[in-house]
């Protein structure tokens, strides 16, 4: 295909979305020689705040540095879990919530891509997928039957861990008897691992760093500051999207092509019912015109975690600003040196606890640090102890409980209605205070050596049925939401296997939304396959 650069107001491609799917279609639809823009609402990633990995801590801590990145949203009340209203942050920013998440790499259970197949989504099956994400890595290791290298992003370890962090491995080796595993984003999955960042060098490699700025194909324009209101929809064909910019004025983009919305599981839902696709009865309610009666945000769900915090004299960070402030000094002097240039984990785990059928149900995140608590649902700062400590955040990857999105009103800026019925299910809670019993168990350990000194929050008092009346107060999201534009090929489907709208014609749906069921482990690398696996796609039809 010959390069050509989009001209005015239309292209080939007009992309909703410049986050970890969004940025990664784009990238390679332009690199194809396409030509493509790229809508975003926030504003540009290029600053220190998000580009240097270990600033994730004091960005989300802090709500004055957080609030220029982040759409603000709150889900409504849960029932099931206090009526708590819990923050849902995704991120307004070039490159979307892989802008200002923690960086977790992992690509998931080969199991549950096949499980995707299964349901009907051909060519979504572990080893399809495992082509995808060998395309979009640079992993440190080298390419291997699983793993890529010369891709866009970046995967790397930490390179000077916590002596905390490897009495952790040993630790949780010894009282799970489980494989310290050197690649868990490899064959298997299940056993304990330092983690895989997408970072390197000091840099957060989000998909805007890989495929928007360095990629840089000549045919790609990203419009920052600019707020999609609606798909243009003409006799049953997407035609572009209605957008308004940064000062009030409104505009059509065009597509000569396609549509495509990678606007995550909240924007793509809420995008396609302000252009009249989802629910006839709830858009009705709205006064909005039904283009196609879809499930729209429906399936929704998401990853929750309960944090436990043990006091450690292994783990020598100290969450205090002067020690951030001399951290940050010494990272500028020498990029890539100081705890800044990493990840604020260091460590995961993957473990069946007695719930789990053939896969991992449990994953364990290792933080050097302590942790808010009981819970984070205010927007404040919060009082962390500023001990050294080790934070483990137990977390339920396969969740039973399923909710809903919905508009609030027919205005594009307004919040939708996040319901993810956290815990309704109540094999879900069950996970949960297993695997923080578990937990207990792994920090009992000789590996230790005597550094673990106490347990600071919940508090060891609390066992069996009051720990989990307790964690109904202390879970929280893991903020990897899921599903409301669900892939499949039956009538519960939003899009099918080729990502297309069902009943509109060039329009497409490629981010995490489109998950059937939430992947074993952080979405951000699954959803940046998606983009890669929504690329070969549309380039396949075009």
Not at 143 to 150: D, K, L, N, T, Y
Not at 276 to 292: F, M, Q, R, T
Not at 437 to 453: D, L, P, Y
Not at 462 to 475: T, V
């Amino acid at each position: 295909m010959a390069n050509r650069a989009a001209r005015g107001d239309e292209a080939d491609y007009v992309v909703v979305g410049s986050g970890s799917s969004g940025a990664a279609i784009a990238g390679r639809l332009a690199e194809s020689g396409a030509s493509v823009i790229v809508l975003e609402a926030g504003k540009t990633d290029e600053r220190l705040l998000v580009k240097k990995p270990g600033l994730v801590g004091p960005m989300h801590a802090v709500p004055q540095l957080k609030k220029p990145f982040d759409w603000g949203y709150y889900s409504v009340p849960q029932k099931h879990v206090l009526d708590r209203r819990m923050p849902v942050p995704r991120g307004k920013v070039v490159g979307g919530s892989s802008s200002i998440n923690g960086m977790v790499y992992v690509r998931g259970n080969r199991a549950n891509f096949d499980s995707w197949a299964a349901e009907g989504n051909k060519g979504w099956d572990a080893d399809s997928v495992n082509a995808a994400y060998k395309r979009l890595e640079d992993f440190e290791d080298g390419e291997s039957e699983f793993r890529g290298a010369g891709g866009p992003i970046r995967v790397t370890r930490n390179k000077t861990p916590q002596e905390g962090t490897l009495q952790f491995l040993q630790a949780t080796a010894d009282a799970i008897g489980c494989e310290i595993l050197d690649d868990y984003n490899a064959g298997s999955q299940e056993g304990v691992s330092r983690m895989q960042q997408n970072a390197a060098d000091g840099l957060r490699y989000s998909a805007s760093r890989g495929y928007i700025h360095h990629l840089a194909p000549a045919t790609l324009q990203v419009r920052s500051g600019v707020l999609a209101k609606k798909v243009l929809i003409e006799n049953g064909r997407a035609a572009g999207v209605e957008v308004v910019d940064a000062n009030g004025g409104r505009r059509i983009l065009r597509a000569g092509k396609e549509v495509i919305l990678s606007a995550g599981f909240v924007g793509s839902a809420q995008l396609l019912m302000l252009s009249g696709i989802g629910h006839a009865e709830h858009l009705k309610e709205h006064g909005i015109d039904v283009v196609a009666d879809l499930p729209v945000g429906d399936n929704l769900h998401d990853h929750m975690f309960h944090a436990l915090t043990f006091r450690a004299s292994s783990s020598k960070n100290k969450g205090t600003p002067p020690y951030f402030a001399r951290g940050l000094v010494s990272e500028l002097m020498r990029p890539g040196t100081t705890f800044l240039a990493n990840s604020v984990f260091e460590a995961v785990a993957f473990l069946k606890t007695s719930q789990a059928a053939e896969v991992p149900d449990l994953q364990l995140h290792l933080l050097p640090w302590a942790y808010v608590t009981p819970n984070q649902d205010a927007p404040i700062r919060h009082d962390v102890d500023k001990r050294p400590a080790l934070t483990v955040l137990t977390t339920l990857i396969y969740p039973k409980s399923r909710g809903t999105l919905r508009l609030a009103s027919a205005d594009p800026t307004a919040a939708p209605l996040i319901d993810f019925q956290y815990l309704s299910d109540p094999a879900d809670l069950e996970v949960l205070g297993e695997g923080s019993e578990m937990v207990r168990e792994i920090f009992a350990s000789g590996a230790f050596n005597g550094s673990i000194k106490e347990e600071l929050h919940p508090g060891k008092a609390l066992r069996g049925q009051e720990l989990r009346d307790a964690i109904l107060n202390r879970a929280t999201s893991v903020y990897h939401g899921v599903g409301t534009c669900r892939m499949g090929v039956d009538e519960l489907a939003v899009v099918g296997p080729d990502l297309k709208v069902r009943g509109v014609e060039g329009l497409r749906v490629c981010d995490a939304s489109i998950m059937p069921s939430i992947t074993g482990g952080n979405t951000n690398a699954p959803a940046i396959m998606i983009g890669e696996m929504g690329a070969r796609l549309v380039l396949s039809d075009n």
